[in-house]
């Protein structure tokens, strides 16, 4: 996908989207972090660390799981 795409995809969400913020931010961060939707949906906020600015991803399908910036 290149990036205008996902630029356009941001800006869509953001304007026609109920909630159009929490929308970009998930988008955001499932394509600056390469996650599936079901690592997404996986998430939850013990694996926010606020104090190091990380989250902990859990991967499926094999990949590793791991702590990211």
């Not at 970009?24 to 998430?43: C, P, Q, T, W």
Request: net charge negative; charged share 30%.
């Amino acid at each position: 996908m290149l990036m205008s795409e996902v630029d356009a995809l941001l800006e869509a969400v953001r304007e026609h989207s109920r909630y159009g913020d929490r929308d970009y931010a998930l988008i955001l961060m499932m394509f600056r972090h390469g996650l599936r939707v079901v690592e997404a949906a996986m998430l939850e906020w013990k694996d926010i660390d606020l104090s190091c600015n990380s989250i902990y991803i859990r991967r499926v399908k094999g990949s590793q799981s791991g702590v990211h910036p």
